[in-house]
């Protein structure tokens, strides 16, 4: 019976997901300069063509994920820098990448957890977060917030979470009946 309570749940979470905007909107949002807001929206439309941005209030403390193999969100709620926000939405674009790529991020970052696979999962998660932390910094030098990005230890940290990460993504999809990362993440933030 607890099982369908909770499948009940993830039935009605909304498939629709609020907060759609353009880069521009996006930047402006988070209260960048109007140069800024251009300089972004202009690289997103170089680097990121056809990826959506979602900007809203998560209902968790998630601060952002990928929700479709097309589409980012990220979490309004919080006291947070601006240019960390910018860079969360670069991370979490190329994940949007790599899920376009093959593979990694549905069978090795999402698919890992289900089968229980701990070091198949360390492995792609610290693969994947590296990798996207990589792009995230190069796309916030190329857009002019290099100092942002100059300690890089400060926005790694998320490299070495698969511990702590794997056991609440277990815990989520078997609340839930998530059968993708996408399913995975609406869940939790909408």
Request: charged letters at 25%; a neutral charge; glycine letters at 10%.
């Amino acid at each position: 019976m607890r099982r369908i309570k909770s499948f009940r749940i993830f039935e009605s979470v909304s498939t629709e997901i609020p907060g759609l905007m353009t880069a521009h909107e996006f930047a402006k949002e988070i209260g960048l300069k109007p140069e800024d807001c251009d300089r972004v929206a202009e690289w997103w439309s170089k680097n990121r063509p056809g990826i959506k941005i979602h900007y809203f209030r998560f209902r968790i403390g998630v601060l952002g994920g990928l929700v479709a193999p097309d589409a980012v969100a990220i979490n309004s709620g919080g006291p947070m820098d601006p240019l960390f926000k910018l860079f969360l939405l670069l991370h979490e674009s190329f994940h949007a990448v790599q899920y376009a790529r093959g593979p990694e991020i549905h069978d090795g970052y999402f698919g890992s957890v289900v089968a229980g696979d701990e070091p198949g999962f360390t492995k792609a998660y610290k693969s994947a977060e590296r990798e996207a932390n990589d792009h995230a910094i190069e796309g916030m030098r190329e857009l002019g917030f290099g100092d942002f990005v100059r300690n890089e230890s400060r926005v790694r940290g998320n490299e070495y979470a698969a511990r702590a990460v794997m056991p609440m993504m277990l815990r989520d999809i078997q609340k839930t009946g998530a059968k993708d990362i996408f399913e995975l993440i609406k869940s939790q933030i909408i």
